[in-house]
């Protein structure tokens, strides 16, 4: 194969970035959202070229004890360094280094003085701009692969010589660059990794992050504790001292409104601010009918009863089902929940002295799909996160944007949270109302819902399952569908029951739940819900599909 010609791509070809204006606002908002002495001492900045794994690197280098923050690609030299972190990590990418728009490196980072780490297509970018030799392999290499180390290095200490890995490329690092150590070695690639112990920038073409890479986390944790010196010890308790701080700070004298859903998030956001700033934090839940059975009832008592948190529970039933009259599209459904959410909030915030703040329980996969945080395309909007409206009346208090949920889950459990609420599975702000699809929102087919709900709730809890699902849920589609009961024929609904299993919401999998359950849950709908006709089960997984029908 002839070899490739290096040529460098502008900055402006890439087709994919944010405005420089963008750019400079998503590293603003995550220096806002770091916790104060991770920034300083045990941070580092992942930057996404696009790649699939890119949210999950980030996740791995938390579970090291190292807060990370996920950037796009093209913030800037000037804005990573504003962040101060200890390391910088390029992630993967769909691109060749050679396509017409690929998204490039900026040299400038490799002169922050800080070690640079690059997987997969930041390890090609880091030999394309230093020297080394890329090619377009006439094979692609995807999926398990055997590693062969021949020198360790610092980046694949304490690994052994024969492992295997998981590789997603085409384009192949052939020489590394001058002055850099070869350390590994594919059937597909013949150098898997290098390093510069000089320039202190390393590089593999293998993804660290994934299951299917046994000593990945070795490999990241090398990178995290030898080479950047981070120490380790960012954990709950940490995000705990450091948000509360950052929330004083913040709110001052002031007053805050926490609007409260009674899940995981918002609870633990609300107890982050009241530990805070004591009862000057009123939280407000809204039941706006939205609700799963009897839950309304259950926040209410727990707030007021056991955690003692000054709370107004508004009765908006009526008010936003008028407002969801005829309206079936999902995002417009998003948007109008989320703005009756918010003006509810100023009725009763401005009967309370000086409140200014509004809480959130917004979480970071939330800003990613929602299309904040790392340039990501908008998949759906969240209403705490792209239903607010433009008018807004508070200053936003979100201790939780720059979390996961198993960190949320972690928090909690610090803060000394029952174990029903910190496992509680996650629930949309905009709650049964996404789940009726494809037809208008009426209080009818909220009873049906809830009732198919509560079955499969109670089934799920009675076999042992609850904790092993990410979530499980009912769908009711606009669709009916003829059946026989009682020797009669039957045009009932349809209820579609989606159980899945994952880490964080960025992916997951379709729960493999028993037949005897499933046939249990679907006649005991059928039997007891009388418009019920007929049970269906969702077996997508994310992706291609979201984990919610919209």
Excluded at 21 to 28: I, L, P, S
Excluded at 199 to 209: C, L, T, V
Excluded at 231 to 244: F, K, L, N, T, Y
Excluded at 524 to 530: G, H
């Amino acid at each position: 194969m002839p070899r490739a010609e290096h040529k460098r791509l502008p900055p402006s070809s890439d087709a994919g970035a944010l405005a420089p204006a963008q750019a400079a606002a998503a590293a603003e908002a995550a220096e806002a959202a770091a916790p104060a002495s991770a920034i300083t001492a045990n941070s580092v900045v992942v930057l996404d070229y696009g790649g699939q794994y890119s949210q999950l690197i980030a996740r791995r280098v938390r579970e090291c004890g190292t807060f990370s923050m996920l950037l796009p690609h093209h913030v800037g030299a000037e804005q990573v360094a504003k962040l101060q972190p200890q390391g910088l990590i390029l992630s993967g990418g769909p691109a060749s280094v050679y396509a017409d728009g690929a998204p490039p490196l900026d040299p400038a980072l490799l002169g922050l003085g800080i070690p640079v780490l690059g997987i997969c297509y930041g390890m090609q970018l880091l030999a394309l701009e230093l020297g080394g030799r890329v090619e377009q392999a006439e094979v692609g290499e995807f999926g398990r692969s055997q590693l062969s180390v021949g020198v360790s290095g610092r980046l694949l200490a304490h690994t052994p010589e024969e492992q295997s890995c998981w590789m997603s490329h085409r384009d192949t690092v052939y020489e590394p660059p001058p002055g850099f150590t070869g350390l590994a070695a594919s059937t597909s690639s013949p150098v898997a990794a290098f390093e510069s112990l000089e320039r202190d920038i390393y590089g593999i073409q293998y993804h660290p992050e994934v299951v299917h890479t046994p000593y990945g986390q070795q490999v990241l944790a090398n990178f995290l504790g030898d080479i950047c010196r981070c120490d380790g010890s960012w954990s709950a308790r940490s995000v705990i001292e450091e948000q509360v701080e950052r929330i004083r700070t913040q709110v001052g004298d002031g007053h805050a409104i926490c609007g409260l859903s009674g899940g995981v998030d918002s609870t633990v956001a609300a107890l982050l601010v009241h530990r805070a700033i004591g009862d000057r934090l009123t939280c407000v839940f809204v039941d706006g009918g939205l609700m799963r059975k009897n839950e309304g009832e259950q926040v209410v008592s727990a707030f007021r009863d056991h955690f003692q948190v000054p709370l107004v529970a508004v009765d908006a039933e009526d008010r936003f089902l008028g407002a969801l009259s005829g309206v079936s599209d999902p995002e417009q459904k998003r948007k109008l929940i989320g703005s009756e959410y918010i003006r509810v909030f100023e009725e009763e915030a401005s009967k309370l002295k000086d409140a200014r703040f509004l809480v959130q329980g917004t979480l970071y996969s939330d800003v990613i799909e929602s299309g904040g945080g790392s340039g990501a395309a908008t998949i759906k909007s969240h209403h705490n996160v792209g239903g607010l409206p433009e008018d807004l009346e508070f200053e936003l208090v979100e201790p939780l944007r720059a979390l996961f949920k198993d960190e949320v889950r972690a928090v909690g459990a610090e803060l000394g949270l029952p174990e029903r609420f910190v496992w509680r599975q996650p629930f949309p702000g905009p709650g049964l109302a996404i789940r009726i699809v494809g037809g208008e929102v009426t209080r009818e087919r909220l009873d049906v819902l809830r009732e198919a709900d509560s079955i499969l709730q109670e089934e799920i809890r009675k076999a042992g399952l609850y904790r092993d699902l990410w979530q499980s849920f009912c769908v009711l589609p606009d669709i009916r569908t003829v059946g026989v009961q009682g020797d009669e024929r039957t045009y009932g609904t349809v209820i579609a029951i989606r159980a899945v299993t994952s880490d964080d919401a960025m992916t997951a999998d379709w729960a493999r739940l028993p037949y005897d359950l499933l046939e249990q849950i679907a006649n005991r709908m059928i039997n007891e819900i009388r418009p019920v006709g007929r049970v269906v089960l969702d077996i997508t997984s994310k992706p291609p599909g979201t984990i919610e029908w919209e």
